[in-house]
């Protein structure tokens, strides 16, 4: 398949005009010996090989779409209305660019618009950016802001951030000279007086994720004030489903509220696209990373939208800007956007509602289970720690074999954890599902 | 056209629904007996209340108000605005892709890890490089990964090293993400032509240079034939060569990174590889290194184990994570099918076409726009400036916003910054003759206006959903978010 249009005559005509013998020879200033050889690639194929050959391979894969799953860690299996689907895959959305030519753009910056004042009012936060490329790296860059704010050096977080949140923050700091703190748990939430004794003046934030790896839901009223006690910023990495029923990171006074947006309507995709959020108290607006849309007017007075506060962007200040990124993560942030306006007000209460009924069932019928006990007596939104008398990574093996998915073996995360497995429950799951989750499991 | 969209807040009535979900089938109970009160939400959060009918229209009008590769031609120069397949979008969203969990075991995720394999070895084939990384996010998310990858390396020789070279002509991500990775930068003139110039290199190039950033053709779409001597200098400071490759669209097929002395390299499976930009993302911006390097990539890596794909999470010396789990595989699922539908050989025909369109326009434009250069053949790509119109008061802003009026997006503008009055224009291959023709005749015909009638221009554009906005006026009074009413 090819997808240029050009018949020969075009061709022979374009190259009349450009006054060249071939094609070939517009490049003549790519010296002999850098020329490659033939590209060793296999030839082409058409649109109907293609599609044979994709779902071949698509047809190796076992899909939460055929199997039961109780598998969360930091993505999570929801109901996505059809209504998301339908609008990010319009070819106006999906195949625009970047909205530089804001008049020419102004359905991708309204809905950036909108999306912005969405996430601000389900994080309670002042301002919003357009997006960061997933929760982990949206994380990794409130660290850097809070760094570069406080002129400080500590950055602290607990064990039970994702583990692979923690790798991510390290390596976006490594060309920086920080010192990380990791605050053990203490019956898996932070260890509180172990955090009183940390912070200090030279701590730029602390981080609260919430509810955390261990699916424990934080104090972190407490957290924020054992943080602000010493002039440290308070960075929450949040579920943003949850945010339907647990107090928001504004209600809390936390300084940025970072997360992963991946539940807020975009599928699971083995791990990406995702989005990061990204949002601040005003007071931190201007050292704020991404792009950010505002409104204005034309010149006849008509409301409209652009891209602003762009003196903190790459493209402007260089080496000086707030962050490198450049693309974000758009379709995702729309995706999120439609998916929040079509929920709406109710639906992300009682989604947030059935996530914690449902889990709570399946934790009652686990710890009916001889072999199984809670990891923790945290309170917990949709996700909860269970030891097991036999290593998990056993157990999720013989599921497979029942067609069910899960948990997720922490093992493989806390070399302390052999024996535990987290379990993940949301809306989608049935009681009949569950049910049976559990008699495959009383069977270890 | 519809003109004016209200805001999703300002539509809809208090109670109104727009969604379903089946009735809990377990056990309801009290909120506060399952979680303390103190841990609950006080204040709701005001989303919108809409009919999903009231949904889709507010979203599908809003889509109307944009220009899209799907509706218009997008001349931008470095974001290779190419055609976007539709059957690799339907492929990127088949269930046993679209519904995989990123912590499924590995022994159910077989051809998604086969696939990702043999998309790191096609762009190995197509780069001449020895490794790759699929993980980064977005171009500047690679280059970012490229300047760990030199900091581990420089780190692992006993000294990090201080300094990383890049032309004045570079995309603003080089600095940005040299600076976020605590390298000091330092810039190097380019001669007229937008080449590197030699002796200025020598001169900035020493034993604190960790590595100097490229792009190949260069941001004024020529190919830097220096660039064998390049990598001499900077090799023999010990230094390393990083290739930015958003003009890979001149390359793919013709010539390999690998084969010119760069160490590392980027490319953004969003322009060249045809996937979609989605208004600004997801891109991905995949990592290729030389053998010296690949023990430093990000993990983890897809790797081969006894006839089976695994995740390999083990490397002493890797820079670690760059984002949470594997990558954006929904955007390189839809560049492997574009990589394979094209095939070795229609790929290179894909790079000779762009550069034949380019060339084309250029042709075809020099009479009535000058040239930033004019030395030779362009690339994929090339510059005009619109100096010579500012003697009629009209800048390139408004030569941009007047090609709105007539459909076409404009081309990229005040880009490359040593290029005043810069107007950058990439057509890519997926153009027909017909649409090239009909955008010249649209430049030409703007070129007198801004002659004849220049306040056309300025005021333009006249027939877009609105006409210019006021970029200073939304600076000076943020307003970055709707607020209920009262709040």
């Known amino acids: 398949m090819k997808y240029s249009p050009h018949t020969d005559k075009d061709k022979k005509e374009m190259l009349a005009a450009i006054g060249a013998s071939s094609a070939e020879s517009l490049f003549e200033a790519i010296p002999e010996g850098l020329r490659a050889g033939k590209l060793d690639l296999p030839e082409g194929i058409s649109e109907l090989e293609l599609k044979k050959s994709i779902h071949d391979k698509a047809d190796k894969n076992y899909s939460t779409n055929k199997l039961i799953s109780f598998l969360g860690g930091g993505a999570y299996e929801h109901h996505i209305p059809q209504v998301v689907e339908s609008i990010i895959s319009r070819g106006e959305f999906l195949t625009a660019y970047t909205p530089y030519q804001a008049e020419a753009s102004q359905g991708t910056l309204q809905a950036i618009y909108e999306y912005q004042s969405l996430i601000c009012e389900l994080t309670g936060m002042d301002v919003a950016n357009a997006s960061m490329y997933d929760g982990a790296s949206a994380l990794a860059e409130a660290v850097l802001l809070a760094v570069r704010e406080t002129g400080r050096k500590r950055v602290i977080f607990p064990e039970s951030l994702h583990p692979e949140y923690r790798q991510v923050v390290r390596t976006y700091m490594s060309g920086y000279k920080v010192e990380f703190t990791e605050i053990p748990h203490a019956g898996g939430v932070y260890d509180e007086a172990v955090l009183k004794k940390e912070v200090d003046g030279d701590t730029a934030c602390v981080i609260v994720q919430n509810p955390n790896f261990f699916g424990c839901i934080e104090h972190a009223d407490r957290i924020e004030s054992i943080c602000h006690a010493k002039g440290a910023l308070l960075i929450a990495s949040v579920n943003p489903i949850s945010l339907g029923v647990l107090r928001s990171p504004g209600e809390y006074n936390a300084d940025i509220a970072v997360g992963e947006g991946q539940p807020l309507g975009i599928p699971l995709c083995y791990g990406g696209p995702y989005l990061g959020f990204f949002a601040v108290k005003e007071k931190h607006m201007r050292r704020m990373p991404g792009r950010v849309a505002g409104v204005t007017k034309d010149m006849d007075g008509k409301r409209g939208f652009v891209l602003t506060m762009q003196a903190r962007e790459q493209h402007i200040r260089r080496e000086k800007a707030t962050s490198n990124i450049c693309s974000n993560e758009g379709l995702m942030a729309l995706a999120a956007c439609v998916y929040l306006s079509s929920v709406g007000r109710e639906g992300i209460k009682e989604t947030a509602r059935q996530n914690v009924m449902k889990s709570h069932y399946m934790k009652e019928k686990i710890l009916k289970l001889s072999g199984f006990e809670l990891f923790s007596d945290a309170p917990f939104f949709n996700e909860f720690v269970v030891r097991c008398g036999k290593d998990p990574e056993k157990i999720i093996g013989d599921l497979l074999k029942h067609g069910i998915m899960g948990g997720l073996p922490l093992g493989r995360f806390y070399p302390g954890m052999k024996n535990c497995m987290s379990i993940c429950v949301t809306e989608t799951k049935s009681k009949a599902e569950m049910d049976k989750f559990a008699e495959v499991l009383s069977k270890h | ?487």
């Open chain 2, 1 to 487: 056209m519809l003109k004016v969209e209200k805001l999703i807040f300002e539509i809809g009535s208090a109670g109104r629904k727009g969604y379903s979900l089946p009735k809990l089938d377990v056990p309801d109970a009290d909120m506060k007996e399952l979680i303390p009160e103190d841990l609950l939400r006080k204040s709701e959060a005001a989303l919108p209340e809409v009919s999903e009918l009231d949904c889709v229209r507010h979203f599908t009008r809003l889509s109307q108000l944009n220009y899209s590769v799907d509706t218009n031609f997008y001349p931008l120069g470095s974001c290779t605005m190419k055609y976007n397949p539709k059957i690799n979008e339907k492929m990127a969203s088949l269930p046993q892709f679209a519904d995989l969990h990123p912590y499924q075991p590995e022994s159910s995720v077989q051809g998604m890890l086969e696939l990702l394999y043999e998309t790191e070895q096609m762009l190995c084939k197509i780069c001449g490089m020895d490794a790759f990384t699929l993980q980064p996010a977005a171009g500047a998310h690679g280059e970012l990964t490229g300047m760990l990858i030199v900091r581990a390396y420089h780190t692992s020789k006993g000294n990090p090293r201080k300094k990383v070279i890049i032309p004045d002509s570079a995309h603003g991500t080089n600095p940005a993400s040299a600076a976020l990775c605590g390298y000091e930068v330092v810039a190097v003139k380019s001669d007229r032509n937008g080449r590197i110039d030699l002796d200025a290199l020598k001169a900035v190039v020493d034993g604190e240079t960790a590595v100097m950033m490229l792009t190949n053709p260069s941001t004024l779409g020529l190919f830097e034939k220096n660039v064998r001597q390049i990598a001499d200098i900077v090799h023999k400071a010990g230094a390393l060569l990083y290739l930015d490759g958003a003009n890979m669209n001149a390359l793919v097929g013709i010539a390999r990174p690998g084969d010119m002395g760069f160490d590392i390299c980027h490319v953004n499976l969003h322009k060249s590889f045809s996937t979609p930009h989605g208004g600004g993302g997801p891109g991905s911006g995949p990592v290729g290194v030389t053998a010296a390097l690949s023990d430093y990539l990000p993990v983890p890596r897809v790797k081969i184990k006894r006839n089976r794909f695994i995740l390999d999470a083990e490397s002493k010396k890797s820079v670690g994570r760059v984002r949470a789990f594997y990558g954006n595989t929904g955007v390189i699922i839809k560049a492997y099918c574009y990589m394979k539908s094209l095939g070795g050989d229609g790929l290179k025909d894909a790079t000779i076409e762009a550069v034949l369109n380019a060339n084309y326009l250029k042709a075809r434009l020099k009479g009535h726009y000058a040239l930033a250069v004019d030395d030779e053949p362009c690339m994929h790509e090339f510059v005009l400036t619109g100096k010579d119109k500012k003697d009629f008061g009209v800048k390139t802003l408004d030569i941009a916003k007047r090609l709105l009026d007539y459909g076409f997006y404009a081309p990229t503008i005040y880009f490359p910054l040593i290029v005043e009055e810069a107007i950058m224009i990439e057509p890519t291959e997926t153009e027909s003759k017909d649409t090239l023709d009909s955008f010249v005749e649209t430049m030409i015909k703007v070129a007198n206006e801004a002659r004849s009638e220049p306040g056309l221009l300025t005021s333009a554009p006249h027939s877009t959903p609105v006409r210019r906005l006021d970029e200073v006026l939304a600076a000076r009074e943020l307003n970055l978010r709707w607020k209920r009413p009262g709040a």
